[in-house]
């Protein structure tokens, strides 16, 4: 009975830090309408201030809360909603919940910046001092944690109740608009609610730090608990959110108690919250349709099946000039930046063209790779069979959660992802517990690709078919629908298409592209284990992934081979290892609402140089179009408005080759895979212009 | 039998009731006009009858069937098709995309397969669009991008249609042509339900009209005696003109500008707060 007490005042402990995070989540997202990945981000970069102040610093441990739950955190939430979050509630779903991971992954790199990794303790509040309740010790620190979520709750209940701003704050949910006319702030609301949702994000981080410890990664994903609470409250109950919290508690609190203590299911305590946050997403209520105003994304034209062939090939070509004896390091690292690059054309479709955002990507590339391990003499029937189990799975996260959209699709992928990263990967039927499996290199037609360069070079194949692929997709029906649903899902409803199914397909198609990344990438690597696929790899691959361009498979190309470099560059300069991660998060944050990325930065200049160069080096080699590069067009066959498909032919900006006055009336030459990975263009000589031309 | 019944509906927001026991229909091959002062629960009507919205109590029938708790895309699959208030156009794509989508979807798995586009085209030709084909529907005039989404609910042949304010942003001629499509679609036999604040459109087409007050019906006729029955002045005006001669709508109409007017500008924020006749406000 008394270890049952035990557990249960350890649960009410974890509880109610629980809630005090979830709140201000709930308080942030009510009046913003900004969903904050980043809220346990906060709260950890908070926690290691509130180190920094007391314990090398020397501050007492009260004034010290004081000063980072009053002051410190406070004013960081009041610089991110006035320079990060403005104006993020009016945009896409996926495009706050970009900006929100990109801030998550600054809290990261951040505190790596300015903490590089080295042991460090928090003690609890009062660590001498406790309490006997019916037997059981119960020390100071865990009774104030759930004193003050008391005093949370009632203060935000009176604050949002009692007083002019907190109607203000309720106003502002309904329509900040109204709430302008009539005179009141709502930026002002805004930027209140994000300092008091980041003082209760640190309040809570705190309480917590002496009990999960000083940890980047740790800290950060208590944000699951928070989510899950928040999610239980319907995003908008106060109470609730404090019930789930203090649920959410206890159940890890008795799942430690008394899950047995090996096999899987003594795993399970570890991933109670990701589970808690799944359940509460399924069971969340139909979203009703949102019908809003146009929307639009301005995308380059997709290249016609011709070119993108075309310049396919010329990428191979390239590749196995530049690859020709390299060293074998160089050669996994590319081999590495086709598998990013290949993933990312999954978020191409899902993203880019889909407008939905997973948090988990990476996790279906570890469901691939798992599978290709496990295959004796995988051959290309194996690869397949990778894909489709990724696919199957990736369905399957969708189907729970068919009904809901945007947000608690992405939730749904991030519990999955932490779900698989805690639990199945580590498990002994899949990796093992730090473990790692073997898999061969694939074969083909009976031949096992022993060659590194080969196999890198079959990788690059890969993901030229499955570009060309893509687009051919884009291009048709099923595109043009595609578009259609990520516009207006109302609309599409209201003309007969049953959005759900849609979606499920949409999902698993995704999962599959990743999941055969992961099979090629298990073939490159020869051992792979669950540390490859880490849940916060899928973050950082979001974020490249936005940065460099998802709406097109160029872009998908350049993601991936930057993100390859990211931990090359932070072994390299570990000085900075931190600040990288705050560069590309910044970079996301600015180009998040440009979801054409980098990409269309590189068509630009190419086109520069094409007006510019174009010319004189098509006058030095005339036969240009005869040499199987992509193909030449009239141009008046790509303009004529009534043309059978407008796909098929308008995108062919080859066309534009010698007819430098139409350059300006393109908004891209997007979509044709880059054929620049290195620098070095490839295929002969003289051909840089339009390399870059083309992207 | 009607071919769209509302029985009763009420539909409920929070403390808030939008509609309130609402009960009207719409016949094949008529024009029904569905009128009332902002915030008065055409739209929230519409939503429930395409069913983006599910009622809290009441029945919406098609043919005599309840299809009230039908999903969005099975009632279209049963020809109800709707135009928005506040638009949805696919704004990547082109005008011709639009309806081309359209197309694709009402073809089912048939419509995978690649066919030729001139039906399409001949839908834009028939709303008067086709000069705007290839331009990107979120950069055309609202009052285009009104008949594009009309042409993209025509290209799934829909039995009922629901017009959401769709001559908003129409010019006087392009007003009078788009009253002759409505006729000319009633007389293929569609059944033509219009929320409109054009009352010269209204009255000049519609065979019976509904107003709707406070999510109440509050009256139903023929457009003539629509005109003359006090309550709907009083809904319009705030007060009755019980005085008069009777025929006092046209003479009061242009003392209508919250209603008649000023939601023509449906972006403009504005509009939805200002207080109308009897003192409410707007939404």
């Known amino acids: 009975m008394s270890t049952f007490i035990a557990f249960t005042i350890f649960g009410l402990f974890s509880g109610a830090a629980y809630a005090i995070v979830a709140s201000g989540l709930t308080l942030t997202y009510t009046t913003t309408r900004v969903f904050n990945i980043a809220h346990g981000a906060l709260g950890m970069v908070m926690s290691f201030v509130f180190w920094d102040v007391s314990v090398r610093q020397g501050l007492p441990p009260l004034p010290a809360l004081l000063l980072v739950v009053g002051v410190i955190a406070p004013a960081t939430g009041w610089f991110i909603q006035r320079f990060v979050a403005r104006g993020l509630g009016d945009a896409p779903v996926s495009v706050s919940l970009v900006v929100t991971v990109a801030l998550l992954v600054a809290c990261i790199g951040t505190a790596q910046q300015i903490w590089p990794p080295a042991a460090r303790t928090v003690k609890p509040f009062f660590p001498n001092s406790s309490f006997t309740i019916a037997g059981t010790n119960v020390t100071a620190h865990q009774a104030l944690t759930i004193v003050l979520s008391g005093v949370v709750a009632a203060g935000l209940y009176g604050l949002l109740t009692r007083t002019r701003v907190g109607t203000a704050m309720r106003a502002s949910v309904d329509n900040p608009e109204l709430l302008r006319l009539f005179g009141g702030r709502p930026d002002t609301v805004a930027a209140l609610s994000w300092a008091i949702g980041t003082s209760l994000a640190a309040l809570g981080g705190i309480l917590l730090v002496s009990q999960v410890g000083l940890d980047y990664y740790a800290l950060t994903l208590l944000v699951i608990s928070a989510f899950a609470a928040a999610v239980f409250g319907r995003l908008k109950s106060l109470p609730l959110t404090f019930a789930g919290g203090m649920a959410l508690g206890l159940a890890e609190a008795y799942a430690k108690g008394y899950l047995p203590t090996d096999g899987l299911l003594s795993k399970v305590g570890n991933v109670i919250a990701p589970l808690f946050l799944f359940a509460v997403v399924i069971g969340m209520p139909q979203t009703q349709l949102r019908i809003g105003q146009v929307k639009g994304i301005v995308t380059a034209p997709v290249p016609s099946l011709r070119a993108s062939a075309g310049w396919g090939a010329a990428l191979v070509l390239g590749m196995a000039v530049y690859t020709a004896g390299m060293g074998e390091a160089d050669l996994l690292l590319l081999g590495t930046a086709a598998t990013y690059a290949i993933v990312m054309l999954s978020l191409v479709l899902l993203t880019g063209y889909g407008g939905h955002v997973s948090l988990g990507q990476f996790t279906f590339a570890g469901v691939g790779a798992l599978t290709y391990a496990k295959l004796d003499e995988p051959n290309l029937v194996g690869l397949l069979v990778s894909a489709l189990v990724a696919g199957a799975v990736g369905a399957l996260v969708a189907l729970p959660v068919i009904r809901l959209t945007g947000l608690y699709l992405a939730l749904a992928t991030l519990a999955f992802a932490v779900l698989m990263d805690k639990l199945v990967f580590q498990a002994d039927f899949a990796f093992g517990f730090g473990g790692a499996l073997t898999a061969e290199r694939l074969s083909i037609l009976g031949t096992r690709i022993e060659s590194t360069q080969g196999y890198v070079l079959v990788m690059v194949v890969f993901f030229v078919l499955t570009a060309i692929a893509l687009l051919t997709l884009r291009r048709g029906v099923l595109g043009r629908l595609l578009i259609a649903l990520r516009d207006s899902p109302a609309a599409c409803g209201t003309l007969g298409l049953d959005a759900r199914w849609f979606r499920v397909g949409l999902f698993g198609l995704s999962a599959a592209i990743a999941g055969l990344a992961g099979g090629l990438f298990a073939g490159l690597r020869g051992t792979i284990g669950a540390a490859d696929f880490q849940f916060f790899s899928s973050l950082t691959l979001l974020l490249f992934a936005v940065v460099f361009g998802v709406t097109s498979v160029t872009g998908a190309l350049l993601g991936g081979y930057g993100l390859m470099q990211l931990p090359v560059q932070q072994s390299e300069n570990p000085g900075v290892a931190g600040l990288l991660f705050v560069v590309i998060s910044v970079a996301a944050i600015l180009l998040a609402r440009n979801p054409n990325g980098i990409a269309s930065y590189v068509f630009r200049l190419g086109r520069l140089l094409e007006e510019r160069y174009g010319t004189q080096v098509r006058a030095r080699v005339p036969d240009l179009a005869g040499l199987g590069l992509p193909g030449r067009r009239d141009r008046s066959a790509a303009t004529s408005a009534q043309d059978e498909d407008v796909w098929d032919e308008d995108a062919d900006n080859l066309a534009l080759i010698g007819d430098p006055g139409h350059t300006r009336s393109l908004e891209g030459t997007d979509g044709s895979p880059a054929s620049r990975v290195d620098g070095r263009p490839e295929g002969p000589e003289g051909r840089g212009a339009h390399v870059a031309a083309r992207g | ?283």
């Open chain 2, 1 to 283: 039998m009607s071919l769209l019944e509302v029985d009763h509906v009420v539909v409920q927001f929070g403390g808030v009731t939008a509609v309130n026991e609402a009960t009207f229909g719409a016949e094949a091959g008529t024009i029904t006009g569905l009128i009332g002062p902002n915030g008065a629960g055409k739209t929230t009507c519409f939503n429930v009858i395409s069913g983006l919205q599910r009622p809290t109590r009441g029945q919406v029938r098609l043919d005599g069937r309840a299809v009230t708790r039908m999903p969005v895309h099975r009632r279209s699959k049963r020809g109800v098709g709707r135009t928005f208030q506040r638009l949805e156009a696919f704004g990547s794509l082109t005008v011709r995309e639009n309806v081309r989508v359209a197309r694709d979807i009402a073809g089912g798995a048939r419509g995978l397969v690649r066919r030729s586009g001139a039906d399409v085209d001949a839908l834009l030709e028939r709303v008067g669009i086709a000069a705007y084909a290839d331009e990107r529907a979120d950069s055309i005039p609202t009052g285009t991008a009104r008949l594009l989404e009309l042409a993209r609910c025509l290209a799934g042949s829909p039995r009922l249609l629901l017009l959401d304010e769709p001559s908003s942003g129409l010019d006087e001629t392009e007003t009078d042509a788009f009253g002759e499509l409505l006729r000319d679609l009633a007389s293929d036999g569609v059944a033509v339900l219009m929320v409109e604040h054009d009352m010269d459109l209204v009255m000049g087409v519609c065979d019976t009209i509904h107003v709707l007050d406070f999510g109440t019906v509050i009256a139903s006729g023929e457009p003539a005696d629509i005109r003359t029955d006090p309550l709907v002045q009083k809904a319009y005006l705030g007060y009755s003109d019980e005085g008069g001669e009777g025929d006092s709508w046209d003479a009061t109409l242009a003392d209508l500008p919250p209603v008649a007017h000023l939601d023509r500008g449906h972006e403009d924020d504005l509009t939805t707060v200002l207080p109308i006749a009897d003192g409410r406000s707007a939404r």
